[in-house]
């Protein structure tokens, strides 16, 4: 849902040289059909988000659960209760810092992709463990870093560690596992972006006496921020949703948005609050991405 | 022959990519303030030479002087050689006062320094009220403008241009190639240009440098050169050229002269000065521009007299290009200038007598 918000990295400038550069696109006269299937997915995600608001304004009452009804008290019930408040911050800290490693770790990497001749190859490897399911995945990570698990076996093996620690059940484990998750998402747009820039920039600046450190960070750096965007959105939004790994990692101990929506929903029954708290997070995750969206573009035009 | 030191210097430069040797043993000097131009047919090396005078590409073997320094071995960013790309490869995020900036700012230059500095060089270009604009918002001209001004503020002690008119229509090339050529005598500034346009390193070149499958063919001033091509390959690549082949029948040591028995039929003298004697068989290249046509009719029999038939004519404006066909049907290119009075009346199918004046005639082994 609060993937509607990120568009396609938007194609850097090429100096291509000649007036009239601009390629003109053919219009396929059954054009319009190609974006059936874009508008039933948005068009679905729309009716979810209106049907889950509607319920988000019902009353609820522990016998009879939902009753139909117009009432703001969800919402208010929201602001003043601090187990959403906690929630809302442990996500967002989660959501952060997944993305941020994720771009730290993913920048060099896309690099590394984007000048490659293995280019297809390094792709596939990278969006090859999309094709595992997210459960699975989790399942993995929690025997990986279980006491007796890989992780534990082999620093306390190398004596990094006296004895095993508890990794499972921490919000550690659960950003952990949503790196792995997410970092596709960092790099693919990244390296697309990087990949369309003209090789000849880099040569003009170093021609004009930049070493390769100065022509990087003033030439390739900047007009990389495009995907850089893209990805850290991307990421963010994905981060902020994820709902397997703080269950499954998490195991009770984290508490996040998704996770308390759950609960309210399947445990409580309390569909209007679940329904309330979701609608407050898409919210918050759509107005962070568009803080930030505009503050980046900003800084990506003035840093010329 | 020349008491100065060079600007650059290039002495047994030799590239190979995998198997093919794409420099071969090139050595050349470029001296201060010259106009210098790489010329040849696609393939030939010349963007390779350029590039590893820029640094981007390492020699396998040779050396590369900058005013008696060797650079072989320094990275692209401590040469003091400005590269204008054949795309221009202006930044599309900066501004065209940032894009011409960029390498004084790279130097540590002062702000004052450098924003006089940037103006300079885009009054050089006559582009002073264009600063502020996006490399996205210029013409091709306008962008190509931009690169110069750019490599100029930048310090660049030397230019190099990678065939820098390929992206712009005929017009406007003729009138950038004027004003390229006028900026760099103005400024001194020696210059390697690079193009498989043989009237463009014509018009704009001091000297020519003809390169051939990685190696040189031939270096002199343009007219040097296409007078005196030194081999077929030259002579050919220099414009139009009419080969006839044919059989050396006798030389004359005392005047200077070989004889020459053609394929085609008739006897041609040509100027033979080497020191041993011609092949036995040998072609005789002249241009279109030196035959005359004596007369209508047949007749004949003397030497460098040919008859033939007008195949067809070609009306050019200042000239009138014939295709005349030999007794054989080799077809000799004759040019006419097109006088006041209108241009040469020999139509399809006359019957013509061509005069290829001796001295005109290159003699070259077949
Ligand atoms: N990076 C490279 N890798 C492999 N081969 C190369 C490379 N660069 C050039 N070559 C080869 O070296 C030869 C010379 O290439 P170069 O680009 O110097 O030619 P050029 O004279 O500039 O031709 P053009 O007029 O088409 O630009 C060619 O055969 C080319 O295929
Ligand atoms: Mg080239």
């Not at chain 1, 992709?113 to 929690?142: E, N, Q, T, Y």
């Not at chain 1, 960092?186 to 820039?197: K, T, Y």
């Not at chain 2, 010349?46 to 590039?51: A, F, I, P, W």
């Not at chain 2, 017009?171 to 009237?199: C, P």
Request: proline share 6%.
């Amino acid at each position: 849902m609060s993937l509607a918000g990120v568009s396609a990295p938007p194609a850097p400038p090429r100096s291509r040289g000649g007036a009239g550069a601009h390629r003109t696109g053919r219009r396929l006269p059954w054009g319009g059909v190609l974006f059936l299937p874009g508008a039933l997915v948005i068009g679905s995600l729309l009716v979810a988000c209106l049907i889950l608001f509607r319920y988000s304004l019902n009353a609820w009452d522990p016998v009879r659960t939902m009753v139909t009804s117009w009432t703001g008290a969800n919402y208010l019930a929201l602001v003043r209760d601090p187990v959403v408040r906690r929630a809302f911050i442990e996500t967002l800290r989660i959501g952060v810092t997944v993305t941020l490693v994720c771009l730290v770790l993913g920048y060099p990497v896309a690099y590394g992709i984007s000048r490659s001749r293995k280019r297809a190859l390094l792709m596939f490897l990278l969006v090859a463990p999309l094709l595992m399911d997210a459960l699975l995945r989790s399942f993995g990570w929690l025997v990986m870093l279980g006491h007796h698990g890989l992780v534990n076996v082999l620093l306390t093996g190398l004596g990094v560690w006296a004895s095993p620690k508890r990794l499972i059940y921490t919000p550690l484990s659960v950003i952990i596992e949503m790196i792995h998750e997410l970092i596709p998402f960092m790099v693919l747009p990244i390296a697309s972006v990087l990949e369309r820039i003209d090789p000849t920039l880099h040569e003009a600046a170093m021609n004009l006496r930049a070493g390769p450190v100065r022509a990087f960070w003033f030439i390739t750096l900047p007009l990389s921020l495009p995907g850089v965007l893209a990805g850290t959105l991307l990421t963010f939004a994905l981060a902020m949703s994820a709902f397997v790994a703080p269950l499954i990692l998490g195991g009770g101990n984290v508490l996040t948005m998704t996770i308390l929506i759950q609960q309210q929903m399947l445990t409580t029954l309390n569909w209007p609050l679940g329904s309330a708290e979701s609608i407050a997070l898409v919210l918050v995750v759509l107005a962070v991405l568009t803080a930030y969206g505009r503050q980046a573009r900003r800084i990506a035009r003035g840093s010329a | 022959m020349n008491q100065r030191v060079p600007e650059l210097r290039l002495e047994h430069v030799t590239k190979r990519f995998g198997s093919t040797a794409a420099v071969q043993d090139v050595s050349f000097c470029l001296w201060p303030g010259e106009f210098l131009s790489l010329l040849g047919p696609s393939g030939c090396g010349k963007t390779t030479t350029l590039r590893m005078i820029a640094g981007f590409v390492v020699p396998d073997a040779g050396r590369i002087l900058c005013r008696g320094q060797d650079i072989t071995d320094e990275p692209p960013y401590r040469r003091d050689v400005g590269l204008v790309f054949q795309n221009y490869a202006l930044f599309p995020h900066m501004t065209v006062a940032e894009n011409v900036a960029f390498g004084l700012k790279m130097r540590g230059a002062a702000r004052s320094v450098t924003r006089d500095r940037v103006q300079w060089a885009l009054e050089l270009v006559r582009m002073p009220q264009y600063g502020t604009r996006r490399p996205h918002e210029l013409s091709g001209g306008q962008q190509q403008r931009v690169a110069v001004a750019r490599v100029l503020a930048a310090g660049a002690s030397l230019l190099l241009f990678d065939e820098p008119f390929s992206n712009l229509d005929a017009k406007l090339r003729k009138a950038m190639q004027v004003e390229l050529r006028e900026l760099q005598q103005r400024l001194g500034i020696a210059t390697i240009h690079v193009t498989h346009d043989q009237q463009e390193a014509m018009s704009m070149s001091d000297r020519l440098i003809v390169m051939n499958s990685g190696q040189i063919e031939q270096e002199g001033t343009p007219e040097e050169i296409y007078r005196h091509p030194r081999s077929a390959f030259v002579a050919e690549f220099m414009g139009e050229c009419n080969r006839l082949a044919g059989r050396v029948v006798g030389v004359d040591r005392a005047r200077g002269m070989a004889e020459l028995d053609l394929d085609a039929g008739g006897r041609l003298l040509a100027p033979w000065s080497g020191p041993e004697d011609p092949p036995e068989r040998a072609v005789a290249f002249l241009r279109p521009e030196h035959i005359t046509i004596v007369s209508s009719g047949a007749g004949g029999g003397q030497a460098n007299v040919l008859a033939g038939t007008v195949r067809r004519r070609v009306y050019l404006g200042p000239v009138t290009v014939l295709y005349v066909s030999l007794n054989d049907d080799t077809d000799v290119l004759v040019q006419c200038t097109n006088s006041l009075n209108g241009a040469s009346g020999y139509g399809p199918d006359a019957r013509v007598q061509l005069h290829l004046p001796p001295p005109s005639v290159r003699l070259m082994p077949l």
